[in-house]
């Protein structure tokens, strides 16, 4: 048996279409939207909406930790355009929706990241594509199970949920063969990005079903530039299948 697993898409369409190629199954972790791109500030809905040098300014500002005046930008920036932000913001997601579930490979499972907005990706999901979170599903005899989203930061991405609720949904899937979630388990060398020079949020929750049930896998993304790509807890191989918008290529596993 021979399954992909993606993470972190944002946006990439067209690596997207060409994941499963040879795969019995694809796996998607999250995070399909790209709202707003580190790497070029002209790419992302932010950009399409202000330009460039507007998404620059406000990439400086969040990643210098001056959250405050990014929130004061960005309301300014919203304000500027016709109508409810909201609408535009809609469209835009909308529009990456019906992009990247068209090119998606069926059959796929997937759960959403911290930076989808699953109300919206329902309506665009193909025959062979299903949603899982806090969930379970037998896939060529293995039992895997998923959790979506992220915990709340001072980011205030759109899909960041309380530690509770998170909690409550690793509990939900129990005892599996492989674990996958968006975000890691708490293990401070998971979170480090080396690139952004800052920690992300882990689940604790996650790291202590992996260590009370020991699952073969813990396989998840969200740090896209990770201090370590892997680690070991007991039995269970940790590891982060890697930043899909940057490397196009899905991490492999085979049983």
Known sequence: M?????SDVHGRADALATAGDGADAL?????LILFIDYDD???GIFADLFGAERAGEFIALRTAKRFDEARAMSAQLWASLDGDPRD???????????E??????????????NVDVPRLGGDYLRPGHRVLDGETVEIGGLRFGFVGGGLKTD????????????AAKVEAVGEVDVLCCHIPPAVPELLYDVVARRFERGSE???????????????FGHVHQPLHRRTRIGRTECVNVGHFRGRGVPYVLEW
Not at 2 to 6: D, L
Not at 27 to 31: N, R, V
Not at 158 to 166: C, G, Q, T, W
Not at 205 to 219: H, N
Request: with cysteine; proline share 6%.
């Open 2 to 6: 021979r399954v992909h697993v993606v």
């Open 41 to 43: 500030h002209g790419q």
């Open 27 to 31: 796996i998607c972790l999250g995070d």
């Open 100 to 113: 990247l579930f068209a090119a998606m490979p069926a059959p796929a499972y997937l759960t959403y990241g």
């Open 88 to 98: 535009h913001i809609e469209r835009h997601v909308r529009a990456q929706y019906a």
């Open 205 to 219: 929750a996650t790291l202590e079903l992996i260590r009370r049930t020991q699952p073969r896998y813990a396989l």
């Open 155 to 166: 980011y205030r991405t759109p899909n960041e949920i309380s530690d509770e609720e998170f």
